[in-house]
């Protein structure tokens, strides 16, 4: 796969694509945002993070530093300038991104309005459904604004040391302005969160139990099963104070419920006291109910305020830092939910194996038990018991790239082509109340998002076996996406290109898709992120390399009480050799127990030859 030239490979693509003369025959270059939807807050973030997320999570893609930027990246983004050059460049593209986004008040806007499209094609949609603030325009709001706060503190010490006034004041103007939308972000997200309450004979509590009771046991008894398993999310909810969402009906012992993100801000959602901005606090428009595409969005986004890096670099500020608290419980929660429903009942069969999954309203897609995987992985992987529950979450990506047609052949009329175009579609409740026509969302990423989740199962895996045999199909879903790169025009390498692969498909595109490419982009960052781990470790090997180290080093003693340390000069640097094989082979048996192995292996090989060398000299043979 060589992620790291691909990100390369990917960035000369955008640069080529985007940074174009302002009108043809024009010299002077600009900025085009948007591709195959038109500029939004949405689209326009995914362009934008597809330039900064890798350099902030690779440290050799980095870009903010000229004088420790390297030759590749420099090749790379040769369009935007020199090394000097590339940096101010970037700095004042977030600036016009924070720029663009804003109402006529100058308060950042999270829509997406590009990607709603009308149920009937008939009737106009109104401005204000397009201009509504969506979770995903949240979600996309946070890694941009920790992505730009990273590489700000970055380029800042080249700035001082330019010695220019106006850079140093357009740093920290863009610093403000990037906080503001930051903590905009997060007040969103907690006013967009869903706790949706049922009875088990209504539509939807029915719908639920069909789906957990996988051994056929009666309704009562699943509700009593549904409702202990849940006991400690349940007191979870009851810390939940700030924002959308709560313990508010789930105490009744007949309940059921789903917990997650909705699509936007939720009806009657309250406003978040004590911040210091209050401007992005808009009406909330939403159904008050999860939706699980909205909630793995929201999740990822979550979990990149408690990075490594944003916590050893203080990017937060307190205020956001107390916001973010109350984000991080109901990512606990949620990721709780969906890790009990997921595996419901612990037994040989579980509600995520029994694939498509089945969502409450009745509808069954192959995408939504990706998502599921999506939202369970990281719970499975800090269960304890080692990686059973893992393997078998493997088993259900395996299954899932071959009903999607990317580890197998499609066939003629297949409607599993329409997972990948085009999509599926959820239906914004609510939006409808805007003075305008029902609105869906279009979701397209089942191939990259396999890729991210496959990667990361395989990364929290120990057992070697199971490992190996995700990184396999991960690399045919690579092979997939690799053949929908656009081949030819101003797009060229970047995605999607669904009918090269898919000739089903009628469809020909020659401008990219920004939601579609920053998934590959983070797919191929978490692809590095794994290559440059320690590779995985056997047990059964480190007890072996422990065991044949023992023996070496014993017969190492057995040479050195011999003599043969104090022999001639030659044998004595060979039984010296032999001894730092020993040591170093020592020093790495618990991170790499194969190449500990291996030297034990050499040790004892050298010193088998040396022992029959001194018994040659010994009879005179």
Known sequence: MQPRQQLLDIWRAQVAYSWRPVEEGSKRKVWHWG????SDAVGDAQQLLCLLYPAQELPDLRYADPDATSDAVLNALNGLGDAVEIPIRIMRLIKDYMDRHVDAEGVPVYSGGSNMHRVD??????????????TEGFA??????LTALSFLADFA?????????DLIEELESVERTVHRRLLGAITGLLRSFAVSTFDAGDEFGRQLIALINVDGQPDRKIVRRFRDSSEEIIASLRNITVGSGGHAGVEAPTKLFEIGWSWSVVEKAPDIPDVSDTSTQRTGRAQDAPYLYFTVVALEAINTLFSARVMRRNLLTEEEQRLAQSLQLRLDVTRRYWAMVASFGGGSKWPLEDVPWRTTDGLEYDYYSLLVCAVATGSFGARRGGDDDLIRLGDVLIELANRGRITRRALAGDRSIETHFPGVKAELEGIEKLDGPAMVWNMVDFAPLLLKRLYDAAGLLVTIEARAELLEVADQVWDHLSRRRIRDGAAARLWDQPSQVFGEIPNWFEDPSWHFTIRVVESLVLAAQFASAEPA????????????????EHVYDQELLRGSGTAGPALAREIGSVGKTIRHAKDIVDERPSTAFALGVKALIDLDRLIEAGRDAETGV
């Not at 996309?140 to 604004?145: D, E, N, R």
């Not at 010490?157 to 006034?165: A, F, K, N, S, Y």
């Open 121 to 134: 094609r008939s009737q106009t949609a109104h401005p204000d459904q397009r201009a509504v603030d969506v």
């Open 537 to 552: 470790r056997s047990r059964n090997l480190e007890n072996l390399a422990h065991e044949l180290l023992v023996e070496a």
């Open 140 to 145: 996309l709001s946070i890694p941009l604004s």
């Open 157 to 165: 010490p080249t700035v001082d040391r330019m010695g220019r006034l």
């Open 35 to 38: 591709g195959r939807n038109d």
